[in-house]
């Protein structure tokens, strides 16, 4: 599987993942027109350990670095194709659950995605 990830701050839409900061997430989810949506991918045992306000929880890999069979289905039922996402996860790294949930979302025809470089540790 090929990556399309980039790191900017320039929204690509249609093109690729982006990498972007803590500060361009919060930009983002404030002034975005349509508003950005913010899925946090951790496992539900470190969502309730703390997390971003507005996020939703739909984790990529459970306890176990157990892959979620659901992730897509539930992401599908939840965000219109065309909604813009912002994916994040506890570290933020380019190999991460946040930009392999990312990319997954973009190969299953979400185009206009992002994840949080640093993720959750770095808010």
Request: charged fraction near 25%.
């Amino acid at each position: 599987m090929a990556s399309s990830i980039e790191t900017s701050t320039e929204v690509d839409t249609g093109r690729s993942v982006e990498c972007i900061s803590v500060q361009e997430c919060h930009r983002r989810k404030q002034e975005g027109d349509p508003i950005w949506k913010h899925v946090d991918v951790r496992s539900p045992e470190e969502y309730s350990k703390g997390r971003a306000r507005d996020s939703v929880n739909i984790p990529y890999q459970f306890k176990g670095k157990v892959p979620n069979p659901n992730f897509l289905a539930t992401l599908q039922d939840q965000f219109p194709e065309g909604k813009p996402l912002i994916f994040s996860c506890a570290h933020g790294d380019p190999t991460g659950r946040s930009a392999s949930a990312a990319q997954e979302a973009f190969e299953a025809g979400f185009k206009t995605i992002a994840f949080v470089e640093g993720g959750y540790s770095a808010w």
